[in-house]
């Protein structure tokens, strides 16, 4: 790896606020700026979280060069690029590359999936056009497609591809591809219930949702890590396991959307297929945001 880790801590993996006219950029800014001024690592914009996989092209395009405008080098910005359409990713990749993103993070191809022959061409393909560092984003439970520790090996001698987003939910996985690429690849936690655990195997963060919520805290919890509190970094894992399991008591962003909206950061607004919260749901999210001193 020719280049630095592309953040250490927690990176939000950024809600995209939206209205029946489209993405409200003012509220997208301001929420930008209460992120930096809470002191996160990183931002990721258009992931999964942002709704992503229904935005139009436009829209995309858009909120990548907002972000990294509005962000103006205070922290590192991360472009969302992947598809199961590679030509397209490697359109996006170049444009966020232009559009002066840090990094690019690329999911792995869903429902067409691929073997792990095809991740490696495809990969390399997107890195070979990029001229910033490429995040694997692997996260079988959605795509129906998991990248295999053997295949990081390959893809870790491409010098832009940098780093790992894992949420294969499989911590002996994550062990067995620390030790076949050792510090060629960067792991990031793509799970806020197992930031701990991957930071114990030279994790360097995670990608996370709950920051969306708790900059301040995600971002603490990391560093305590690194300053070698473990026992206080998994005591805040712990203190913020319910709330997690409340962010993912339906598909996420739903219940992050209706999180945020509680807050003031936006509407409670989806694109289809996604729908609001259900209200059984909505009630215990927003206790636990009550009873973690989250003013709603």
């Not at 979280?49 to 103006?72: F, M, P, Q, W």
């Not at 999180?259 to 999210?285: I, K, N, S």
């Amino acid at each position: 790896m020719t280049h630095g880790p592309i953040f250490r801590g927690a990176a939000t993996a950024l809600i995209t606020p939206l209205d029946e006219r489209g993405i409200d950029f003012d509220r997208l800014g301001h929420l930008i700026d209460w992120q930096i001024d809470e002191g996160i690592d990183a931002l990721v914009i258009c992931g999964t979280t942002g709704e992503a996989s229904t935005l139009t092209d436009k829209e995309h395009r858009d909120a990548i060069a907002y972000a990294v405008e509005r962000t103006n080098g205070r922290v590192p910005v991360i472009a969302g690029t992947g598809s199961n359409d590679t030509a397209y990713a490697i359109e996006l990749t170049r444009f966020a590359c232009e559009a002066g993103a840090d990094a690019c993070l690329v999911v792995t191809p869903y429902y067409n999936k691929a073997t792990q022959n095809g991740l490696v061409a495809m990969y390399s393909a997107i890195a070979d056009a990029s001229t910033k560092p490429l995040i694997l984003y692997n996260v079988p439970s959605r795509t129906g497609t998991a990248i295999q520790p053997a295949t990081y090996v390959k893809l870790a001698q491409h010098p832009n591809i940098a780093a790992i987003k894992e949420a294969n939910g499989n911590i002996s996985a994550i062990v067995e591809t620390k030790a076949l690429v050792g510090d060629q690849l960067d792991i990031y936690s793509g799970n806020d219930d197992e930031i701990v655990p991957i930071l114990s195997m030279g994790g360097l963060g995670v990608i996370s949702v709950l920051s969306n919520l708790l900059p301040k805290e995600t971002s603490r919890l990391c560093h305590k890590f690194f300053e070698g509190d473990v026992a206080g970094a998994a005591a805040m894992q712990c203190q913020y396991l319910k709330l997690i399991r409340a962010l993912f008591s339906e598909v996420n962003p739903i219940p992050v959307k209706a999180a945020m909206a509680a807050m003031g950061f936006c509407e409670d607004y989806l694109r289809l297929p996604l729908t609001p919260m259900e209200d059984a749901h909505r009630q215990v999210l927003l206790d636990e945001m009550r009873r973690q001193g989250i003013r709603v």
